[in-house]
């Protein structure tokens, strides 16, 4: 399938295949590309703050709750749900879809704890006139992840399963009917070239692979969880996944996609993946959890995610008691 006539660059030819998503907590980034979409996450939430053009969301946050009754911890932590809010609505000024907001990844292993915070961020958001629509609350996808989600799910609050290397993880999510879910593309590219010393190129690369079994697994036995590729190292990565439910993109590839003017052939289809000859996997916790044990890029990248988002948590809390 070829793109029409109407659109030129890359970045226009994708999204008549692709919802495009922007990746990122800058809002001039987001109004330039004009994604769907938006997504964040602890470590891009982090970064922004840090820009004196978004500090001052920061300081709202703690000048709101400094008469709160909370202190220590508790305070930091309503601080931080309270900063979510700002940008999420910020986002959705200027996106016409959905903002993607992250429950603490310290929650990544309690289930009841991460459907507490789910619903109280998108109580948050609908005190402030968002409807919960709008908004998809971003969740490890352990299995503990996916439990929560299906909870939530039950309960009209849609969810992101994110920090996924594996289909043992994106079936276990489309089993607890999430929303959608997000392969981390470039970080699986980067466990196998560290490992082997390889460059991976186009089809060859074992992040697109991975999305694309993915896809087929979904389509082909009727899942209505959409897939989100995710974390690019490169524009070959997404256009190798042109045709995907949606692919979130960082400002910087967002920006070479729209600067280049090579065709985009579509690469997935529905159609193609409903006719694939493959089998249906067993998605009980005692396969789940041997799947993933076994193949060691899941487990290493999984646990890693986890720890670097909760150390920028970490790093946001502190600069929160630093400010107060």
């Known amino acids: 399938m070829s793109p029409t006539l109407t659109a030129t660059n890359q970045l226009d030819q994708l999204k008549q295949f692709t919802t495009v998503v922007a990746d990122t907590g800058d809002f001039e980034s987001i109004r330039k590309y004009a994604p769907q979409d938006a997504t964040t996450n602890p470590t891009l939430i982090f970064k922004a703050v840090q820009l004196p053009e978004y500090s001052p969301l920061l300081d709202k946050a703690i000048a709101d709750n400094k008469s709160s009754s909370l202190s220590g911890p508790a305070l930091h932590k309503k601080i931080i749900d309270d900063l979510l809010i700002a940008f999420g609505k910020e986002i959705l000024e200027i996106v016409p879809g959905r903002v993607s907001t992250e429950v603490d990844a310290r929650l990544s292993f309690d289930p009841e704890a991460t459907v507490q915070k789910a619903r109280y961020l998108i109580g948050l958001y609908e005190k402030a006139g968002i409807p919960r629509e709008r908004v998809l609350i971003k969740i490890a996808s352990t299995l503990e992840g996916a439990r929560a989600a299906e909870v939530c799910e039950k309960e009209k609050i849609h969810c992101n399963l994110t920090l996924m290397f594996s289909l043992a993880q994106a079936i276990a999510c489309a089993e607890a009917g999430v ?78 996609l729209q600067e280049s003017e090579g065709e985009v052939v579509r690469k997935l289809d529905p159609a193609i993946a409903k006719a694939a000859n493959i089998e249906r996997v067993d998605g009980s916790e005692k396969v789940f959890r041997w799947l993933v044990n076994e193949e060691a890029m899941a487990t290493d990248k999984l646990a890693e995610g986890i720890r670097n988002f909760a150390a920028d948590i970490v790093k946001l809390e502190a600069m929160i008691a630093k400010a107060g």
């Open 179 to 256: 929303t959608l879910i997000s392969p981390f593309v470039g970080r699986i590219y980067d466990f196998y070239k560290k490992s082997t010393g390889k460059e991976y190129v186009g089809a060859e690369d074992p992040g697109v692979q991975s999305v694309q079994k993915i896809y087929t697994y979904y389509k082909k036995f009727g899942y209505k969880t959409q897939v989100m590729g995710a974390s690019f190292r490169n524009v070959g990565e997404i256009l190798e996944l042109a045709g995907c439910d949606l692919l979130t993109i960082s400002p910087d590839l967002l920006g070479k």
